[in-house]
């Protein structure tokens, strides 16, 4: 399939839309009701500290709702005031946010269900209205709703188109996409759909494998063993790694992204020399600012002399788990909570430890005067950061009562 050229049909079509129907300033409106918070502006306002009691809560300096997820959750809103009776539909979660989701949900939009691993489009009608989520959609799914004769909402967010402009040129120069993300995401999955040959790598560990075949050669077999799943149809390790290019997923841990991106440019001017390295070897940069700024911030705030980190934003969020793991790194007691009610009743806190299972912690605020870091990913709205403090204010009170 041709990709550009498809995409570019699209973009004629006045059934796709890539922007908001009018309704911005109203929903900017019931946004700020809906998400923001007074508190957390006041934090803000502060310095990003706050002291009540004894209990001192540091902020990380940038946090929370990045521009994407501002825009794509408008975006979703507008599309339902624009489209009042129609049928809405959205191919995933807009966002990694259970509550943002939620609130989807109670307006009428509608979830494609997935029917043993596969989604099911059998339900969605030709006068339908599909939104795509901020982290896209494969480019199979649009061609597919796009054939139903489908209304399309397209709030992908412009950075993650970034990255599929990226791994076209790759593919235009029959280069191999790597992708430092997790192949089962959401946006990887749409990137990867976009390129021609690709292998995803989770980590340096994995980028490191490859860079050793790419050098050494080595067992075909168990190559395509750890990739499977994570590799473009028929990819052959032993003759697609010539020429190789690197994108990413938006929201993997940006520090990570930069080794991997030197770790391929070295390991191809080791094998081809400094002459061919352009003919081998292609890079652009596509990390996220936002994802930047906020684990630039939590590098900030865990130098700080902190007794616990708290990190709000979904489970399966990539962006806000990268962010627990700093905290993980330097040894600082941290609870990763996708909402606020999952603090209480009393001295208790439900957390999911990284690569964990959901694990109750009693007795989690330690006695006396603590001061407790926080930050929340991408996708968190400033609401559940606020109850959060507000439950931890109200914990300590309770304590310093006893
Ligand atoms: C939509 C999006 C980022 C917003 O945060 P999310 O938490 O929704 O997503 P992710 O961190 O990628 O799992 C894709 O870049
Ligand atoms: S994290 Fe970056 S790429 Fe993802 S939605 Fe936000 S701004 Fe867009």
């Not at 946090?63 to 995933?92: D, K, L, S």
């Not at 269900?113 to 799914?141: H, M, Y």
């Not at 902190?306 to 806000?320: A, K, P, R």
């Amino acid at each position: 399939m041709d990709t550009k050229a498809f995409k570019r049909s699209l973009n004629h079509s006045d059934k796709y839309f890539r922007q908001g129907f009018g309704h911005g300033e109203e929903v900017a409106g019931q946004m700020q009701t809906e998400y923001n918070s007074g508190l957390i502006q006041e934090i803000r306002d502060r310095q990003y500290t706050l002291t009540r009691g004894n209990v001192t809560i540091k902020l990380a300096q940038s946090f929370g709702f990045c521009w994407g997820v501002e825009r794509a959750v408008a975006m979703a809103y507008e599309t339902r005031q624009h489209f009042p009776t129609e049928r809405i539909w959205i191919t995933n979660e807009i966002i990694h946010n259970p509550s943002v989701n939620q609130r989807l949900k109670d307006m009428a939009v509608e979830f494609i269900e997935v029917v043993d691993g596969e989604k099911d489009f059998s339900t969605v009608g030709q006068g339908d209205v599909v939104i795509l989520p901020a982290f896209g959609a494969s480019v199979q799914e649009m061609q597919l709703l796009n054939d139903k004769g489908c209304t399309i909402v397209d709030t992908t967010c412009p950075w993650v188109s970034k990255v599929w402009n990226t791994v076209e040129k790759h593919k235009k120069r029959d280069h191999t996409s790597i992708i430092h993300g997790k192949y089962n995401h959401e946006e990887t999955v749409a990137t990867s759909s976009f390129a021609g040959k690709y292998l995803v790598v989770l980590n340096l560990d994995q980028a490191n494998y490859v860079a050793d075949y790419i050098l050494n050669g080595g067992d075909r077999a168990e190559f395509m063993a750890k990739f499977d799943n994570a590799c473009s149809a028929g990819f052959d390790p032993d003759t697609d790694l010539d020429r190789i290019g690197v994108a990413n997923q938006t929201t993997m841990l940006k520090g990570e992204t930069e080794q991997i991106g030197k770790l391929f440019e070295h390991t191809i001017l080791k094998k081809y020399g400094p002459q061919a390295l352009n003919d081998h070897f292609l890079s652009f940069n596509t990390i996220c600012d936002a994802t930047q700024e906020r684990q630039d911030a939590m590098f900030e705030l865990v130098d700080e002399k902190l007794d616990l980190m708290v990190v709000i934003g979904g489970y399966n969020s990539s962006n806000t788990t990268h962010l627990q793991e700093i905290a993980i790194d330097r040894h600082i007691p941290s609870y990763h909570i996708d909402s606020a009610s999952r603090i209480g009743p009393g001295n208790r806190i439900e957390h999911k430890p990284l690569h964990g299972d959901l694990t109750v912690t009693e007795n989690w605020l330690p006695d006396g005067p603590i001061t407790v870091g926080v930050t929340s990913g991408a996708s968190t709205p400033d609401r559940s950061v606020e109850e959060t403090i507000g439950h931890i204010f109200a914990i300590k009170a309770d304590m310093a009562v006893v």
